[in-house]
Each structure stands twice: as C-alpha cells, then as structure tokens.
T-cell receptor, first 111, second 115 residues
Framework: DGGITQSPKYLFRKEGQNVTLSCEQN?????MYWYRQDPGQGLRLIYY???????QKGDIAEGYSVSREKKESFPLTVTSAQKNPTAFYLC??????????FGEGSRLTVL | DAKTTQPPSMDCAEGRAANLPCNHS???????VYWYRQIHSQGPQYIIH???NNETNEMASLIITEDRKSSTLILPHATLRDTAVYYC????????????????FGKGTLLTVNP
C-alpha cells in the first residue's frame, strides 16, 4: 500500500526538549517537504529536499533541522531553539516537480 | 508576496455545483495553477492542475480564463464530504529551477456544504 507515513500522530514535549518527527514514503518520490500549519493559517514551508543527501531551507527553517540519508525518509527535528513549536506538521513528497502527496500530519504540543 | 487571492469562505447547498474562484493576476507564462483541498485535521489532497486549457478529472473541473489571470474550480455536485479548505497555488513548469520546490499555500477558501 503506497503512501506517506508520519509518526507520531500526536506528540507532547516539555519546553527545552528536542523532538524528532518521522516521515517515511514508499512512493519512490525524489522530493520531500516539511510544512508547518498553525490554527486558521495556511501551510508554511520549513525545509525541502529535491534528492537524497540534499536539502534546502524553506521560509521558516529557524529552530528546525532535517536529514535526507535515504530516499524514503525525511525526519524533522524540532529543536529547543524553536520558540513557538506547538503546531500541526505536515510532510509531503512528490515525483520531482509534480503534485505533492501529503501525510496525515503530526500534532506537536509543548507543555 | 501572495501569488494567489481567494475568498476566505463560501457556502454551497448539497447537490449543487460549487464554484471556487482564484485570482492570480501576476501569473507568468510557464506557471501552472494547482488546486488542493484539506479536510479538517488531515493532510491536503491534490485535486487538479492546468496551464491554460480547461481541465476535468473525476474530482473536479478547472476553468482558466483566457488571460490566465484567474481560474475557477468547479465541484459539479457538492456533497457534505466536500466541506474543506481549498487552496489555489501557482507553480512553474518542471525544470524551471530550484525555486519551483518552494510552494506557498495561503489560507485558502473554506467551503462549507450545507444539507
């Protein structure tokens, strides 16, 4: 069953802790993306990766880090430097420059 | 800088056609118009895209004006399950450069289908 899997679906963290969100795809897509969504807002691009071992900053990369060691995986780490990390995080992939396929999202809450 | 403008909300009666407008007056010749929708608390779903000709698939129809400065997404027979936020974005043609990956989704249009 092809698709994009994000985990965990819900995550709680204490202030000052780093947390890593997982994103795995078995669609054989080259490009992967991370977006952040706040209540009532659109999607803002955090990082994107066009190909393995390469990634670029999006519009709001500060306080986040990523890696792309495998084609199938694009984990996002929310670091303690991110001042307002509570949000809905969406991962997507696409076959090069075509339409995006999104995962179901991970909701992070900082306590 | 917003590339598209959409009304914040619209209502539609179940079974009727839903027509969602999008203005993209600064669109350039190699940019496509894409539509996605997001049902509450889920990931967005691709609907349709087009360059200058009208397009239709099993989900919707896309009508692009001749000057390409605006478009309309049409859901021919809206159902309650079509209640969602609809996003219109513009995107350059493939192989236009790295910036083609920096896709911006605005606030979209919240379509509410009423029984």
């Amino acid at each position: 069953d092809g698709g994009i899997t994000q985990s965990p679906k819900y995550l709680f963290r204490k202030e000052g802790q780093n947390v890593t969100l997982s994103c795995e795809q078995n669609l054989n897509h080259d490009a992967m993306y991370w977006y952040r969504q706040d209540p009532g807002q659109g999607l803002r691009l955090i990082y994107y990766s066009q190909i393995v071992n390469d990634f670029q900053k999006g519009d709001i990369a500060e306080g986040y880090s990523v890696s792309r060691e495998k084609k199938e995986s694009f984990p996002l780490t929310v670091t303690s430097a991110q001042k307002n990390p509570t949000a809905f995080y969406l991962c997507a992939s696409s076959p090069t420059e075509a339409e995006l396929f999104f995962g179901e999202g991970s909701r992070l809450t900082v306590l | 800088d917003a590339k598209t403008t959409q009304p914040p909300s619209m209502d539609c009666a179940e079974g009727r056609a839903a027509n969602l407008p999008c203005n993209h007056s600064t669109i350039s010749g190699n940019e496509y118009v894409y539509w996605y929708r997001q049902i509450h608390s889920q990931g967005p779903q691709y609907i349709i895209h087009g360059l200058k000709n009208n397009e239709t698939n099993e989900m919707a129809s896309l009508i692009i004006t001749e000057d390409r400065k605006s478009s309309t997404l049409i859901l021919p027979h809206a159902t309650l399950r079509d209640t969602a936020v609809y996003y219109c974005i513009v995107r350059a043609a493939p192989h236009s450069g790295g910036s083609n990956y920096k896709l911006t989704f605005g606030k979209g249009t919240l379509l509410t289908v009423n029984p």
